[in-house]
């Protein structure tokens, strides 16, 4: 989104006109044109497109270059989130014409190497286009999926800053004149994912009974240290303007979860396939949830999954099993990409058209207090029979060496940027 200096839409919504950032070159020396940012776009929205992001332009009918530095984006009807939109972490720019696999941008750091879930290293770009930003010569990224092995790298000073420490090492951390803590409140949401397309949690029942049989408060405070907020089985933060208030809380009620249960006709064990990869103490969490859904006589069978290869091998394949979600710009953004039926991130596989209607009609209404009406619908079709058991909303949690400065927390993927905002004092 820093590429675009400016943004504006016609009367109707329906046609944004983005002016682009002058004078900034990419990784190989070219010079960023309008060209370039609308062959990035389109590689995303592209009939045959596998990319994350290809929901976001869901009603975009062409982007394309109208001036050196000028893009026009039309949409097939009007959507005053598109600006948001186009804040998806999924669409970096890339030279016109270029190989998405060459890692070519315009970001601070080039890439000098690439291996997936194992490491990435980068050296500064001596012309990045803004000031008083990357300050380090070299950034190396390490994948280090064990949550013990991550802490002791940081204790240990093998790294210098660590994403998704253990809530409960915050106390120590907090004593230790050499570390950092760091707990921000954020609209980062770590949930159960039941696939609502296939026996058992095709039944409502079924689902809202595994929604009553879990104790929020005493997860948030066994487990996480009561790092967090309370979840509603939405995606939608409290900060968020179109937060609906008026949503009823979904409490811990083991006498309904017993009464939907008894309903649905399931009888056998409930299989819920966890790993810690889901989300920070994801093991921990589904072992509460067990505790506090046998006591409306459900059974939950925890099955055990390796963290390598959970989110090809379990995600979306499992009918039962951990995920997490670091939210979205707006709210919009958030239930299109996720829960409309065709979104390629819809784990739940929960497919309901007049939640699909409702959200094009959303983003579409220029009147604020409609539009937040519209949204409150939204969220409560979700409470009411979507497929995912949302205890939470986390709190981002990062750990750091004493000797690191320059992080900038916020409420929306915290540390993306850290590679650029970082230095070393000493």
């Known amino acids: 989104p820093e590429l675009a200096v400016e943004w ?26 309008a060209e370039d940012i609308a062959y990035s776009l389109n590689h995303h929205r592209k009939k045959d497109s596998k990319s994350l992001a ?9 982007i394309k270059a109208t001036a050196p530095l000028e893009i026009t984006v039309t949409l097939d009807s009007a959507n005053v989130d598109l600006p948001g939109l186009m804040a998806d972490y999924h669409l970096l720019i890339m030279p016109d014409g270029g190989d998405p696999n060459a890692g070519i941008g315009t970001g601070p750091y080039v890439i000098e190497k690439f291996e997936p879930g194992v490491i990435v290293r980068g050296k500064r770009n001596e012309k990045y286009w803004k000031a008083g930003r990357a300050h380090a010569d070299v950034v190396e990224i390490i994948a280090i999926n064990d949550i013990v092995a991550r802490q002791s790298a940081l204790q240990g000073g093998v790294v210098h800053f660590i994403t998704r420490p253990d809530p409960k090492l915050g106390a120590l951390v907090k004593n230790n004149p050499a570390l950092k803590w760091f707990d921000l409140p954020s609209a980062m949401h770590y949930l159960f994912a039941m696939r609502c397309d296939s026996a058992p949690f095709d039944n409502n029942d079924l689902r809202l009974a595994m929604k009553y049989a879990v104790d929020r408060q005493d997860l948030l ?5 009561n790092s967090g907020k309370l979840g509603n089985d939405h995606p939608v933060p409290a900060f968020d303007p179109m937060f609906s208030a008026e949503v009823p809380i979904r409490a ?17 064990p409930v299989q819920l396939s966890v790993s810690d990869a889901g989300f920070t103490s994801a093991t921990a969490a589904a072992t509460l949830y067990k505790e506090h859904a046998a006591k409306a006589g459900i059974d939950i069978a925890l099955n055990r999954v390796p963290a390598d290869g959970y989110w090809s091998d379990v995600w979306k394949k499992k009918p ?4 997490y979600w670091g939210g979205r710009v707006t709210a919009g953004l958030m239930l299109q990409a996720v829960y409309t039926s065709q979104s390629p991130n819809n784990e739940t596989f929960w497919q309901r058209p007049a939640f699909d209607k409702l959200l094009a009609q959303a983003q579409a209404e220029l009147n604020v207090a409609r539009r937040k009406e519209m949204f409150h619908d939204l969220q409560m079709m979700l409470w009411e029979d979507g497929g995912t058991v949302q205890p939470l909303f ?4 990062f750990a750091t060496s004493a000797k690191v400065d320059g992080f900038a927390p916020s409420p929306l993927f915290t540390a993306f940027r850290a590679a650029e905002q970082l230095y070393l004092t000493s």
Do not use: M, Q
């Not at 405070?221 to 240290?225: L, Q």
């Open 54 to 62: 290809r929901s976001v332009f869901a009603g975009v009918s062409d």
């Open 394 to 397: 986390a709190n981002t949690l």
């Open 252 to 268: 811990y009620d083991p006498d309904k979860a017993k009464f939907h249960f008894k309903k649905s006709g399931f009888s056998g």
């Open 320 to 323: 039962f099993c951990p995920a």
């Open 221 to 225: 405070t066994r487990v996480y240290a």
């Open 8 to 33: 504006n839409p016609d009367a109707t919504a329906k046609t944004w006109v983005f002016k682009i950032r002058s004078g900034v070159e990419f990784h190989n020396g070219k010079t960023l044109t």
